[in-house]
């Protein structure tokens, strides 16, 4: 059968409203909830002087992000990588809508990170402990990365070659 594409629509169109389309029982929608979001916000905005210089980043966003990178163990281009290619990620992080152009600048979060300090972290880690523990149903597993072997075993793997 052939059907002109024309006639059928693309995934997502340009944009969608990300609200009515999602499945309720994933994992990203799940942790949304469950996260303190109002005392995020309120703790994040402590960190820039009211009505000087350029508005911010929303902290949903910012806090989305680095939630991203910290339950999925991965750099801040992928975090970003995964915001960008997944409406679930970007529901969690408080989008309405699906975006399809770049918002984020990876370097963002390197410069939240320094701007927020140890103290942020800390609560933000310690708020998404808090809720994983609430919710246990919930599972994010890092990504793998392969690293380099060992030097003792990387050696010992080499010497028993050499003797075999």
């Known amino acids: 059968m052939y059907r002109s594409e024309k006639f059928n629509p693309t995934l997502f169109g340009k944009l969608f409203h990300l ?64 915001f960008m290619e997944s409406p679930y990620v970007q ?13 984020v600048n990876p370097g963002l979060l390197s410069e939240r990170r320094k701007r927020l300090g140890p103290e942020f972290m800390a609560m933000l880690d310690a708020e998404l402990v808090s809720a994983l523990k609430t919710h246990r149903d919930l599972k994010f597993h890092p990504a793998h990365r392969p690293g380099p072997e060992p030097f003792l075993p990387a050696l010992l793997s080499r010497l028993r070659s050499l003797f075999s």
């Open 19 to 82: 609200g009515s389309r999602l499945d309720e029982k994933n994992r990203w929608l799940k942790l949304a909830e469950a996260l303190p979001w109002e005392k995020l916000d309120a703790e994040y905005g402590r960190y820039f002087a009211a009505g000087y210089g350029r508005p911010a980043k929303d902290s949903r966003l910012v806090c989305g992000l680095l939630a991203v990178k910290q339950l999925k163990n991965v750099s801040d281009e992928d975090a970003v990588t995964e």
């Open 91 to 103: 529901a969690f992080c408080g989008q309405e809508y699906f975006a399809v152009e770049d918002m």
